[in-house]
């Protein structure tokens, strides 16, 4: 009954529907049909924009074999007046631009990196170039250049050129006649900065293409731009700026090397980090570097405007390039203008902390140099920006706000203040890169470099005479009676950067310039603590004063005003009354006038109580810089030089006058000692004639007439040797010690790592033999052995530092003829050698500074040393073992140790041992030649050198295919992984030849180094969860054979494509088991393994896992690498109880294989 009733009112809603679509929906639809009639009737007759046909391409709803004609101007998309790949058969460009860009990583959703610079280099150079002359406004800009044809294309379009366009010019037409000059524009990914599959199929067709059939018969002269960007996409981490890109750099590497022999170079590279510091640095160098390249000058000098005193002291004064500055900051100190020389002008001024972005318009600099980088952020509102989004694409909008590529540009560098104990060296570094940015002579940025570090030593030199801290003792010639006077210790100083007790440490410029060329102390630096100040004795009278002082002055007494951990602390009073009080007080700000509390100095402001409790002020120990000085403090500039030459004149002139002094005070103390001692001798003189006489009453002095075990010089040989001591029994350092007369003694063969007490033996002592015992250093009581002749540290444990030789005080020791520390692992470099030769006779510090010692070139002490590094000529072949051709006998014989090969000489091919025994005589290159020699006469090498020794097949044990299965998927998913740039999947161990090595190690060898913190323990840990599924797939294969070892491994290596590469695994402590993965062929890919002198063991590791002694010399077997793959697995230990050396190989049931060097390899053995 209720659908009865409803049926009517269903039947009126449906008619009252259809009215209302009849009404409404059909004339909508009929003009939407006209309107697209229309429109689709005005395309048809309007040609595709060029970025339009190349975004239709890579979105794949376009393909070039549609396209009408006339659209083929694809390589137009960035200037509409370039020519088109067809035309570029008839007409030459005058530049081809071909860009590579990263399409999955856009610019904040638009256009990829390398496109957009691309673009905005060919509208640079597509419009007349102006050249700069220095002046404040355009009326002395003349033209340069006139405009210049450009054809611009991606790397995508060019590789497939010949296909999408045949008929057209090829590839090696392009590049050769069809342009000019070429222009490469890399980008890099975000952060990985590896180059795109695209480029990487370039770089294939360059290296196939040859121009012979060319006009040219070369590529056109080329440059390249690498691109580089900061940040990812959607928000993903910042990467920190960066210049240029990997992938720009060495494809630029590689194009160079490829065309070195014919194709020259447009120009030098641009680096360049976009999307952070905006176009500018592309501008820049597009105009003063690529468009003068293409006319045939050199590079435009760039406009820079400068805020930072320091990098404008070095551009007016060091680089000699004054002119090019055309505004600094307000501080600068200007020394030249104003001085009588009118040709020099005045340097506009500008605020570097809140710059006049009007005035910076009005100087128009192309360069802008600051040493904070709130300064640079100031200047990024008007600093060119790109513009990205919907207007992108369209080439009237490439810079935001400012128009087009035409518009004022310039380039933000930010160089800031050097921190840290290599603080000079950076300062030293960064003047070769601000030379490098203004374009100045090389070689004047050298120079300047170079009299910052060279000044400091010259220096340094005259402070070491003068007051050098240990190096400054003094010694009497007279060694029958040596004195010493007591050693001058390291001069502290304290630095004044104001009145309010701010100081520099050292690591600042001026703290490390003090401390470089003077050899002084900091008080700043941060080592002394509370706890040290209250362990004295006159704590509490130092805290007193201090208060009193901190009250009176209105100084905090606790260092709370600055932070902890900045170079400029502001320091307490309490620091001036530490064990650590300064020697010297520099202060380094303007005193000159004095008139205000800040043109004061500290002590100046002090009454003279209180300046009398500090002994530098007290002392006249002041050294008050010039104002000139005083800026020049504030820098990082060469003139650091004259400031500590300043001060070590005023030092070395109050320590002359300090001297003489003391040397009268020490004069009169000396008359009253032999005074003395004179009256003391003639009692005792008196008492002895008295107490001595004969039967005849005549008396006589022992000292006159000695007896025969007086005048004899005992000498203790070998008493000591070989006792296993460590540590010399007091009984012979006693005091009856002396009166043997010892010359010689040997403590050799022993434990021993230090020597107290031989000072005892200072009076006699002239040979000294320490070899086989545990010093890391040469014991300092030996520069107390005024006549030591010979020192013999052999066989020890020595380190190559001139701490631990000691050269200082074995270079005063004016008997010594012979210092032997051979076989000292680290004492093993020429160039210790050679430091050791010129120091013992006599020369300077720095080899730079030695010019006598050179034009000798022998030593006046005989110093040995086995030297290992750099390699002496043919004692090896290869760097490594990656280098090395495993067919050849000589590299399968180089992972053994020179000792090794001798022995082998000896015992297996009965070598005479007195021929090759002295390692000294017979070098390793004599000892391998006679070695090779003996294998040739055998036949087991043939004349070019390839092993010809037998090989005896060891066949391992088949691992199942239940356990090889997800093997293969695990190993394919870590080389997926490590082909995308994954962390952790690089070449680990590059001294092997393989594509890919990965080491994990054990979660029992990394758990317990976990708790200590280790990083390299966290790292192995986040490895081993990334790749646990290959482990646990890798050990359930492994203990299907051997589950004991399965549980104690510790490591496993994983690796592709793995090739020959002889070595000897150090580390390992037992065998290890080797699975190898792949489809090559059956029989080859095995593990070489050598058994002995005359044999060779081939493991057959493929699908199965054979047992290997890593500690004999080993290698993989030849494989067909181009046509196929191979996975390999290593377990190994680290770790643990090593075991002893039986076997180089196991066979299926733990056996031992020897080798039969007497008999060739059977087929029964083959088989």
């Not at 121009?211 to 990812?232: E, I, L, Q, Y």
């Not at 935001?400 to 590529?405: A, I, T, V």
């Not at 002592?765 to 086989?772: A, I, T």
């Not at 070595?1063 to 062929?1081: E, M, S, T």
Request: hydrophobic share 40%.
């Amino acid at each position: 009954a209720a659908v009865g009733a409803a049926l009517p009112f269903l039947l009126c809603a449906l008619a009252l529907a259809a009215l209302t679509f009849l009404g409404l929906a059909l004339p909508l639809s009929f003009a939407t049909a006209a309107w697209w009639v229309v429109t689709n009737r005005d395309s048809e007759k309007k040609q595709d924009s060029p970025s339009t046909i190349l975004s239709r391409l890579r979105a794949g709803t376009l393909r070039l074999s549609t396209l009408s004609e006339g659209s083929e101007r694809v390589c137009s998309e960035i200037s509409n007046r370039g020519s088109s790949i067809a035309e570029i058969s008839n007409k030459t460009v005058d530049l081809l631009v071909v860009y590579s860009g990263q399409a999955d990583f856009k610019m904040e959703g638009g256009d990829d990196a390398a496109r957009l610079v691309a673009r905005r280099i060919a509208d640079i150079v597509e419009r007349p170039s102006v050249c700069h002359t220095h002046g404040d406004d355009d009326s002395n800009n003349t033209p340069c250049t006139p405009p210049r044809t450009v054809c611009a294309v991606d790397v995508e379009t060019l590789c497939d050129v010949e296909t999408h366009f045949p008929g057209g010019p090829s590839l090696e037409k392009m590049l050769a006649d069809g342009c000019a000059n070429v222009l490469f524009v890399v980008e890099s990914s975000v952060c990985l900065e590896s180059p795109s599959d695209a480029l990487r199929k370039f770089k294939r067709k360059l290296k196939a293409l040859s121009f012979a059939n060319t006009d040219r018969t070369a590529c056109a002269p080329f440059t390249t731009v690498a691109v580089s960007r900061s940040v990812g996409p959607d928000g993903s981490v910042w990467c920190g700026p960066k210049v240029g890109g990997k992938a720009g750099a060495e494809f630029d590497r590689e194009i160079d090397e490829l065309f070195c022999d014919k194709t020259t170079r447009l120009c030098p590279r641009c680096d360049a980090e976009i999307e952070h510091n905006g176009p500018g640095v592309v501008d820049r160098w597009a105009r003063e570097v690529l468009v003068p390249a293409l006319g045939g000058f050199a590079p435009l000098t760039p406009r820079i405007l400068s805020l930072s005193s320091t990098h404008t002291a070095l551009l007016t004064r060091h680089l000699g390039a004054r002119d090019s500055v055309v505004g600094c900051d307000s501080w600068f100190h200007d020394t030249e203008h104003g001085v009588g020389d009118v040709s020099v002008t005045k340097i506009p001024r500008i605020d570097p902390w809140a710059p006049d972005l009007e005035l910076v318009k009005q100087l128009n600099p192309t360069l802008i140099v600051c040493a904070y980088d709130a300064s640079a952020e100031a200047l990024r509102e008007i600093a060119p920006r790109w513009r990205l989004g919907d207007s992108f694409a369209k080439r009237e909008s490439v810079c935001e706000g400012e128009g087009d590529s035409s518009s004022f540009s310039f380039e933000i560098v930010t160089l800031p203040c050097p921190l840290g104990r290599d603080c000079l060296r950076k300062s030293a570094a960064q003047i070769l890169t601000l030379g490098g940015l203004a374009r100045v002579d090389e070689n004047v940025a050298q120079q300047a470099s170079d009299k910052l570090t060279d000044g400091l030593l010259e220096i340094r030199a005259k402070a070491e005479k003068a007051f050098g801290g240990d190096r400054g003792s003094i010694r009497n010639d007279n060694h029958e009676n040596p004195k010493t006077k007591t050693l001058r210790p390291q001069p502290w100083i304290f630095i004044e950067a104001d009145p309010e007790l701010f100081s520099a440490d050292s690591c600042t410029p001026l703290g490390a310039a003090l401390a470089e060329g003077l050899g002084v102390g900091n008080i700043a630096d941060p080592v002394w603590s509370d706890e040290t100040l209250s362990s004295t004795d006159d704590a509490s009278l130092s805290s007193r004063a201090a208060a009193a002082l901190a009250l009176r002055m209105k100084i905090p007494n606790e260092e709370k005003s600055a932070p902890k951990d900045t170079h400029y602390p502001q320091l307490s009073a309490s620091r001036f009354w530490s064990p650590r009080e300064p020697d010297w007080w520099v202060v380094a700000h303007p005193t000159d006038s004095g008139s205000s509390a800040t043109e004061k100095s500290f002590g100046d402001s002090l009454d003279p109580e209180d300046r009398e409790r500090h002994a530098a002020l007290r002392e006249k120990r002041v050294v008050a810089l010039s104002n000139h000085l005083c800026h020049a403090a504030s820098q990082w500039t060469p003139e650091l030089v004259d400031v500590v030459a300043a001060v070590f004149e005023e030092m070395a002139k109050r320590v002359d006058e300090i001297e003489v002094v003391v040397e009268e005070e020490e004069a009169v103390v000396e008359v009253q000692e032999d005074t003395e001692a004179k009256e003391v001798q003639e009692t005792q003189e008196a008492n002895d004639v008295n107490a001595f006489r004969d039967a005849d009453g005549t008396s006589f002095d022992s000292a006159m007439e000695p007896t025969s075990a007086q005048t004899k010089r005992e000498v203790l040989h070998d008493s000591l040797r070989d006792r296993n001591l460590r540590g010399l029994p007091k009984s012979f350092l006693t005091t009856d010690l002396p009166m043997l007369g010892i010359t010689h003694l040997d403590l050799s063969k022993n434990e021993l790592s230090e020597l107290p007490g031989l000072g005892s033996l200072a009076n006699s002592l002239k040979v000294l033999k320490l070899e086989r015992n545990w010093f890391e250093k040469v014991p300092p009581e030996v520069g107390t052995l005024p006549f030591l002749e010979e020192l013999d540290l052999s066989r020890n444990f020595v380190r190559p530092s001139d701490a631990s030789l000691a050269l200082d005080s074995l270079s005063k020791l004016k008997h010594l003829k012979v210092v032997d520390l051979r076989w000292n692992r680290k004492v093993c470099t020429a160039e210790v050698l050679a430091r050791m030769r010129r120091r013992l006779s006599g020369g300077p510090v720095e080899e730079s500074d030695s010019n006598a010692c050179e034009s000798d070139g022998i030593s006046s002490v005989d110093v040995r040393v086995t030297v290992s590094f750099p390699a002496p000529d043919g004692a090896f072949v290869g760097s490594s073992p990656a280098d090395r051709n495993a067919n050849l006998l000589r590299a399968q014989l180089e992972p053994w140790s020179t000792l090794q090969l001798r022995r082998r000489l000896i015992e297996d091919f009965h070598q005479d041992q007195a021929a090759v025994g002295d390692p000294e005589r017979v070098l390793r290159a004599e000892v391998m030649s006679l070695l090779l020699r003996r294998y040739e006469t055998e036949g087991l090498l043939t004349p070019k050198g390839i092993a010809q020794r037998p090989q005896r097949r060891v066949v391992g044990t088949p691992v199942p295919e239940l356990h090889l299965a997800p093997l293969r998927v695990e190993l394919k998913a870590w080389l997926e992984q490590r082909a995308k740039g994954a962390k952790g999947n690089v070449q680990e161990r590059p001294s092997i030849d393989a594509e890919a090595y990965m080491i994990l190690r054990s979660p029992t060898d990394f758990n317990a180094k976990l708790g200590a913190g280790s990083r390299a323990a966290r790292k192995a840990a986040d490895k081993f969860a990334k790749f646990e599924g290959l482990w646990k797939c890798a050990e359930t294969a492994l203990r299907g054979v051997d589950s004991a070892f399965a549980n104690e491994f510790t490591a496993l290596a994983v690796t592709y494509q793995f090739q020959g590469s002889p070595h000897i695994d150090k580390q390992n402590v037992g065998p290890f088991y080797g699975l190898a993965i792949g489809d090559f062929a059956d029989g080859t890919g095995g593990i070489c393994v050598e058994s002995t002198a005359r044999t060779v063991l081939a493991v057959n590791t493929k699908h199965a896992l054979g047992k290997i002694d890593g500690r004999f010399p080993h290698w993989v077997a030849p494989w067909d690498v181009e046509n196929s793959t191979r996975f390999s697995l290593i377990y190994y230990r680290t770790t643990g109880d090593p075991e002893p050396i039986t076997a180089a190989a196991f066979d299926g049931d733990g056996i031992g294989v020897g080798g039969d060097s007497e008999r060739e390899s059977s087929p029964e053995d083959e088989e």
